[in-house]
């Protein structure tokens, strides 16, 4: 299968495996029908923490493969120091004190073990494990110059776990990155006021996520991109409201500081460096740009509608687990914050379980999305600039 073939990572990607070693004495048959609720377990128990974060850039799947060892999950997220130890920490939430070991190949440790960490480096039951090489006091381990297949790793993992752990010296490093997650990823995050076209700000209010690969696209963006910026087409400048937007601390630094003038023909005008909400227009000014250049490359998918995730299976006990973990924090049910809690947990099944959304593009996901909301009232969101949160400061 793919996902246990080696190779295929970027070069500016990290990426992460959870496994299940089939427990002694039972069948594949048994571990087949155990799979779906290890999935939804594992998706609840990170979902408060993931539902509301923004990656970098991000490609995560909750398929399942079936072999005598099986992959849970895999997630692959852009070479951000920090994105990868948040994710570290996440998965330290879910192998701790299980059966679950999780693949880590991370750049630090691979220079630390000069490039031979392939299927050796996990996470299992909350602490670090490095496969060994046979030397002259032990023989338990693999030759440096042999890349175990996962069985192999895993199995060696299992049986000879004391002789698998790291040095406490790595272990003792380790922790001190992986201090005070996950409640540092708040901090990692930065709010700022932007004025934006009305469609944008609909947008990041049912996809916080998107702001990355707007930014992204803005940040790279060439002369042909900026031919679709002359007439803003999809997200025209009269309709730009105040709102609230979440960046990470990287994507709003980006953003912040990239020099960036618009044609004339664009509509966007700039207020005086003077004014009081000219760092507001010039970030929601550079947002648009990302979010037309996306939605300038596709077109709105043709599919039929999805249907609704209440028609999946998994959907009921992904809700009872979230309810279990305390992600609806006492909240009435049919309160407005448990109705905007439970979107977010939508959107969150929708990409990691219902996959169907993942074989869309950013853009196509933004056109869907203006497709299929209600239509937007400018009045209304006008009236809510009055109420938004404070600033973060710079």
Not at 84 to 101: A, D, E, N
Not at 259 to 266: A, L, N
Not at 286 to 305: D, Q, V
Request: aromatic share 6%; net charge neutral; with cysteine.
């Amino acid at each position: 299968m793919e996902a246990l073939q080696r190779g295929g990572i970027q070069e500016d990607m990290v990426q992460y495996k959870l496994f299940l070693v089939q427990p002694q004495g039972s069948t594949l048959q048994q571990t087949e029908e155990h799979l779906p609720q290890l999935v939804e377990e594992i998706l609840a128990k990170v979902a408060p923490l993931l539902i509301q974060y923004i990656w970098q850039h991000s490609h995560s799947t909750s398929s399942i493969i079936l072999r005598k060892v099986v992959s849970l999950l895999t997630l692959e997220v852009a070479l951000s120091l920090g994105t990868m130890w948040r994710t570290s920490g996440l998965l330290f939430i879910s192998c701790s004190k299980s059966q679950r070991p999780s693949q880590i190949l991370q750049p630090e440790l691979k220079t630390m073990m000069e490039n031979t960490s392939e299927n050796r480096v996990f996470l299992y039951r909350g602490g670090l494990h490095i496969l060994p090489s046979p030397s002259k006091s032990s023989p338990v381990g693999v030759s440096r110059d042999k890349v175990p297949t996962v069985a192999e790793a895993t199995t060696l993992l299992t049986a000879h776990r004391e002789v698998c752990q790291a040095s406490p010296k790595i272990c003792s490093a380790l922790r001190k990155r992986l201090e005070g997650y996950p409640e540092k990823i708040e901090g990692s995050l930065h709010r700022a006021h932007c004025f934006v076209p009305s469609g944008i700000a609909m947008v990041l209010a049912q996809r916080p996520d998107l702001i990355a690969p707007a930014v992204l696209a803005f940040y790279l963006r060439d002369p042909i991109d900026l031919q679709a910026c002359r007439s803003f087409n999809t997200f025209p400048p009269d309709t730009r409201v105040l709102t609230s937007v979440t960046f990470t601390r990287c994507l709003y630094a980006q953003l912040q500081q990239q020099q960036f003038t618009p044609d004339r023909r664009s509509g966007f005008t700039l207020t005086p460096p003077s004014d009081p909400h000219y760092k507001a227009h010039e970030l929601g000014m550079k947002l648009a740009h990302g979010f037309e250049i996306l939605c300038s490359k596709c077109r709105l998918p043709s599919s039929e509608p999805d249907a609704p995730v209440s028609c999946n299976p998994q959907w009921k006990g992904f809700m009872e687990s979230l309810k279990k973990n305390g992600f609806f924090r006492e909240e009435m049910d049919g309160s407005a914050h448990y109705r905007e809690l439970t979107r977010s947990a939508e959107n969150f099944f929708k990409q990691s379980v219902a996959s169907k959304s993942s074989t869309l593009s950013p853009g196509e996901e933004v056109l869907q999305l203006l497709n299929t909301c209600s239509p937007l009232n400018l009045e209304e969101m006008k009236k809510q600039e009055s109420q938004l949160p404070p600033e973060d400061s710079e």
